[in-house]
Nanobody, 122 residues
Framework: QVHLAESGGGSVQPGGSHRLSCEASGYRNDYRCMAWFRQVSGKEREPVVMVQRDFGDPSYADSVKGRFTLSRDDAKNAIYLQMDNLKPDDTAMYYC???????????????WGQGTQVTVSS
């Protein structure tokens, strides 16, 4: 069964950078899709970026294109989220997720990390 472990949350000033990590047991063989979601208190959880094994580059939400970058380290069964030029609107709980296939909906993902808070403020 897939197990996800996240780390790296924290507080950042606007314009700053931050990096999140997610170690995923079973990433290579169990599920084909890994993703980052985020959720602002009182709002729906929204996809940030996702990548499907053997199907090329990650797909990013328009709100983070050019600022966020997903990377993979298959040797460590890990994915990362590099966040640059952070804005206050990026403040959210960030979740790592895994599912059988990549669809642009949280319903496609069966396993989730515990979440890690990123706060962007002065």
């Amino acid at each position: 069964q897939v197990h996800l472990a996240e780390s790296g949350g924290g507080s950042v000033q606007p314009g700053g950078s931050h990096r999140l990590s997610c170690e995923a047991s079973g990433y290579r063989n169990d599920y084909r899709c890994m993703a980052w979601f985020r959720q602002v208190s009182g709002k729906e959880r929204e996809p940030v970026v996702m990548v499907q094994r053997d199907f090329g580059d990650p797909s990013y939400a328009d709100s983070v294109k050019g600022r966020f970058t997903l990377s993979r380290d298959d040797a460590k069964n890990a994915i990362y989220l590099q966040m640059d030029n952070l804005k206050p609107d990026d403040t959210a709980m960030y979740y790592c997720a895994a599912g059988p296939q990549c669809y642009w909906s949280e319903s496609a993902f069966d396993f989730w990390g515990q979440g890690t808070q990123v706060t962007v403020s002065s």
